[in-house]
């Protein structure tokens, strides 16, 4: 008995501090990234076949030097990711026009290609997106998770890391950023 108490007794401290870890904070968004004032590692992107005829077929940042970047990374089952594409394509038409370009990701999302279309089919996404299969790209970006968006400047150097879903202030403020 008195072993089933000490069971007992210690199942029911560890639940605690699991409840207690649950509700004490909020998520820690503020991640440092090493990434921050350093160049954005480069990579192949194969594009959907939707860019084909305005952006080719494969999208690199090399190619876009001289020109600010948004580079988000989403995927097809990230609840998160369906909150931010709308605003993501509505700030894509207010500064693509001013010659910020921005490039889509999807990751964690192996050979999920008819997800990743439906995703980019219901929200009309117009600013090219491609499929990172393997999660190199992602690996390379030291990805924390999905929704993650880098800004990347002209010279090609990461100036901010947002994890999780950008918001219209933090667009604001970055993408007016990258334009100065």
Sequence with gaps: MRRLLLVVGVVAALAALFVFGLFSAS????????LINKPAPDFDLSLYPRY???HSTELSPSSLLGTPMLVNFWASW???????????????????????????IQTQDRDKY???????????ISFPNGMDNDSRIG???????????????????????QIGPVTAEVLDRELTRLLQ
């Excluded at 369906?82 to 490039?103: S, T």
């Excluded at 008819?114 to 009309?124: I, K, Q, T, V």
């Design 52 to 54: 084909h005829d305005t």
């Design 114 to 124: 008819a997800e990743g279309d439906a995703f980019l089919d219901r929200f009309d």
């Design 78 to 104: 990230c609840i998160p990711c369906y909150e931010e594409a709308p605003l993501l394509e509505k700030y894509y038409r207010r500064y693509h026009d001013q010659g910020v370009e921005f490039i889509g």
């Design 27 to 34: 998520p820690d968004r503020n991640v440092p990234s090493n």
């Design 139 to 161: 690996v390379d970006y030291a990805l924390f998770g999905v929704p993650e968006t880098y800004f990347v400047d002209a010279k090609g150097t990461v100036v901010f890391k």
